[in-house]
């Protein structure tokens, strides 16, 4: 990717599944909950719901008062080693950095504030255990995601940046094709072949990096 110039491009990294090694939601879901909230996630990839409402009926059914059980159950789930290299060598090569998550929110919010970039994701007020989308897009022809990120994208691009989207899982399709560059990993990469969008497999942060020239 010599021709690729990191000082025009605007990078978007999924969190859950990319950032973090697992998906923070369903191992808080799978340790806190049980079964019951499979049945929601089946009318999620069945189309009849979309993220926005799936995400919030799936938080209702955790111990949403417990913020200190919920983090620290959340905490389990590792961070790829690679992701602060990753982001503070874009940050130097001039690249804009952010997180885009149709998660519960407040891990990947953590983890985007402590390397200073930003986050587009769901915001918890934990004062009244309230889960809230400030991202979500009612002008977005689907309209029923928690997070857009097809929005961001296309404000880039307005821009005359050139985006960059790295992600593994069903809330980065409708933003895939709209991207200059993907990189795709387990779902995201099985859904890229059958739909004939083009991306760079991998499987960790360090491979992103080397094959954006980042490493050594």
């Known amino acids: 990717m010599d ?10 990294l999924d969190f859950d599944g990319t950032i973090a090694l697992g998906d923070t939601g369903v191992h808080l879901l799978n340790r806190l909950v049980g079964d019951s909230w499979l049945e929601i996630e089946e009318l999620y990839k069945s189309g009849e719901i979309g993220s926005r409402e799936c995400v919030a009926r799936e938080w209702a059914l955790l111990p949403v008062g417990d913020e200190g059980r919920l983090r ?4 389990e789930v590792p961070i790829d080693d690679h992701f602060e290299p990753l982001v503070d060598a874009l940050v130097d090569a001039g690249a804009e950095v952010s997180i885009v998550s149709d998660g519960f929110g407040f891990v990947a919010s953590d983890v985007g504030e402590a390397v200073g970039i930003a986050v587009r994701t769901s915001a918890v007020d934990w004062a009244t255990s309230t889960l809230t989308f400030p991202y979500e897009d009612s002008s977005c022809p689907c309209a029923r995601c928690g997070t857009c990120k097809q929005a961001p994208l296309r404000e880039a691009a307005a821009r005359g940046r050139t985006t960059i989207l790295v992600g593994d899982g069903a809330s980065d399709q409708l933003a895939a094709p709209l991207a200059d560059l993907v990189f795709a990993t387990d779902q995201l990469a099985r859904w890229c072949d059958v739909n004939n969008v083009a991306y760079r497999p991998f499987l960790s942060l360090g491979e992103v990096a080397g094959a954006l020239g980042l490493l050594g």
Do not use: H, W
């Open 3 to 12: 021709d690729l110039d990191l000082s025009s491009a605007s990078v978007f």
């Open 72 to 75: 620290s159950v959340a905490a």
